[in-house]
């Protein structure tokens, strides 16, 4: 959960003011449209982070197995798709260094997926999470009766 809610944000903000402050310093090279893709990036990372945040409060808040679900198909979600965003998003903006952008999204896109990975293998394999997260309401009440 920590590293869900905390590590994960703490660590996709600290990424992103890297990623701006070097986009700024390339700004006269980028051209005008280097305040728009900065106001993006942090719309971008706004929405990572909350997404983040939902995701460790479901773990914590709904103790059924969907949220163990949900909760993958989210990590896969952020392992993916603010990549695939940012680098189409840049593309647009910047299509003259369109080469460069897509090697690093791809790599971007690798060291995500096999974070979701570890995550994936250890929610759906993990005795600690089958025992936290109930299956069906049938198995609530045997428990509890």
């Known amino acids: 959960m920590v590293v869900l809610g ?3 944000p703490a660590r996709m903000l600290f ?3 890297a990623n701006i402050r070097e986009t700024a310093i390339m700004g006269q090279v980028l051209g005008p449209n280097t305040p728009a893709y900065i106001q993006f990036s942090w719309a971008l990372v706004a929405a990572s982070v909350a997404g983040s945040i939902f995701l460790a409060y479901r773990l914590l808040a709904v103790h059924r ?6 909760v993958i198909i989210g990590l896969w979600c952020l392992a993916l798709l603010p990549t ?4 189409v ?3 647009i903006l910047f299509p003259e260094i369109v080469g460069a952008m897509v090697l690093e999204a791809l790599w971007s896109a690798a060291k995500s997926s096999v974070s979701a990975t570890i995550w994936t293998a250890y929610l759906m394999k993990s005795k600690r999470v089958a025992n936290t997260y109930v299956k069906d309401s049938d198995e609530t009440q045997r428990i509890f009766s």
């Open 6 to 8: 905390i590590l994960g």
């Open 15 to 17: 990424q992103t003011i």
């Open 65 to 70: 197995w969907s949220s163990v679900g949900i």
């Open 84 to 87: 695939l965003i940012d680098a």
């Open 89 to 91: 998003t840049a593309s």
